[in-house]
């Protein structure tokens, strides 16, 4: 996808666009997610306080268990 460089406003609307929740470890999303309600869902961790298998294990069980109403 190639997003990994690309501004948080091209993030958020690859996101709106393709209806796929973001997770981030970047701040700036925490202040976007409150202001704004169109996007599909932005899901959050902050920086190293959890290894790659809690992360994955706990968007795991996101997935399984909210619905895309529950996300915004």
């Known amino acids: 996808m190639g997003l990994r460089t690309q501004s948080d406003e091209v993030q958020l609307g690859f996101i709106q666009e393709s209806q796929q929740v973001l997770f981030t470890q970047d701040t700036d999303f925490l202040i976007i997610a409150s ?16 290894s790659i298998g809690e ?18």
């Not at 202001?35 to 959890?50: E, F, M, N, S, V």
Request: aromatic share 6%.
């Open 55 to 72: 992360i994955i294990e706990t968007l795991v069980l996101i997935y399984e268990v909210m619905t895309p109403e529950e996300m915004v």
């Open 35 to 50: 202001r704004r309600l169109d996007h599909p869902g932005i899901t959050y961790c902050k920086k190293r306080t959890r």
